[in-house]
């Protein structure tokens, strides 16, 4: 089955140890998004990739980054991962970026910082 | 800024009972308005989405919202609860102000009691 795929589930790092989250699609979609959840708390949009468009939302820290090396693969990398960066950091793609478009998401990467 | 609200952290149900899950919404222009629910551990799963026509959308797993523009509302509902229906249900909506980005709700946790 197409899907989007987050590796690993879980991910411990210590603090402000580089950590990099893995996100893979087999949909071939041409959006791919990194979102963060916090305890049953709303998804925060991080930043998203049209392609290889890349688009960072305004209050994102610069302490995130991305990459998107072709249309299959999308990384996110924390450079010194702080406490509260401790989240769910969940993977969506959709297929393009009309209003109508519906969210295909990964099972998330559970990231917990010591 | 476009944006949803869901007025109740949680809702508690008995099986068999029908259940709403409310969601109101702010915009600017014509609604494209999402259903997401969230199992345990898992990424978000598209449940239903208005953009026009019928009021009444019906959607995966039984459910139905209802659109209601006098009442700025797009409620979730389901004629019989199921055990397996308890989850963290988010509604969304696209902020046409801010290219279209996927707005969440801060959800409500279903719990439907056997």
């Known amino acids: 089955d197409a899907m989007v795929i987050q590796n690993p589930r879980y991910q411990v790092t210590q603090f402000g140890k580089p950590v990099t989250l893995s996100c893979s699609q087999t949909?071939?979609?041409?959006?791919m998004y990194w979102y963060q959840q916090k305890s049953s708390q709303a998804p925060k949009l991080l930043f998203h990739y049209y392609d290889k468009d890349f688009n960072n939302e305004a209050d994102t820290p610069d302490n995130f980054q991305s990459r998107r090396p072709n249309t299959s693969f999308c990384f996110l990398d924390i450079r010194s991962p702080g406490l509260g960066d401790a989240a769910m950091y969940l993977c969506a793609t959709s297929r393009g970026d009309s209003p109508n478009e519906k969210l295909f998401f990964g099972s998330g990467t559970q990231l917990s910082v010591l | 800024a476009q944006s949803v609200a869901q007025p109740e952290d949680q809702v508690n149900v008995a099986e068999g009972n029908p259940l709403t899950v409310k969601c109101t919404y702010s915009?600017?222009?014509?609604?494209?308005l999402f259903w997401y629910v969230q199992y345990p551990n898992r990424g978000l799963q598209f449940l239903l989405k208005y953009i026009t026509g019928d009021n009444l959308v019906k959607g995966s797993y039984g459910f139905e919202a209802e659109f209601n523009k006098s009442q700025t509302s797009f409620h979730l509902k389901k004629p019989s609860a199921l055990v397996s229906d308890s989850a963290l249900y988010f509604c969304?909506?696209?902020?046409?102000?801010?290219?279209?980005?996927?707005?969440f709700g801060k959800g409500t946790r279903l719990h439907i009691l056997p």
């Open positions: 969304a909506v696209r902020d046409m102000n801010r290219d279209d980005k996927i707005i």
């Open positions: 915009v600017s222009g014509n609604p494209y």
């Open positions: 949909l071939n979609h041409n959006v």
